[in-house]
Every structure is written in structure tokens, then in C-alpha cells.
């Protein structure tokens, strides 16, 4: 039996205030599309984002792969 007892669609979150994105620099790679998806989605949907870069100690140059998100206040 699945999880649900076969209802249909269930919600995956209800009640939501505040998305928090995280992308790893690498290990795995950072994948723009994919970050600014998240993040176009919470905006069309009024939610407040957060952008967390994690693993920047294995990125020689953090400031621009943060410069863009910043500039859009994130």
C-alpha cells in the first residue's frame, strides 16, 4: 500500500511562511537553474526567500557566485 492509502495528491507542505534554498559550491556543483527555479517559484508564489550558499571553503571565488543573488536582495 502506498503512503496516503492511494487518496490521490496530497500536499507536501501546508502552511508555509519563508522558503530557505541551499546549493552546495561543489560536491555537488552549484546549479544556477536550478536555485534561481526555487527561487522564481517562491516569488511567484509571495513566499520570502532565503538563499543559503553552503560549502564556500571550497570555492576560491565566493563573491561572484554571490554578487547576482545579492544584487537581487537575497
Known sequence: MEPGGGRGVRAVVAHVDQVIVVGATQEPDWDPY???RFLAVSEATQLQAVLVINKCDLLLDRESLA?????AGY
Open 67 to 71: 554578487r547576482p543573488y545579492r544584487a
Open 34 to 36: 536550478l536555485v534561481d
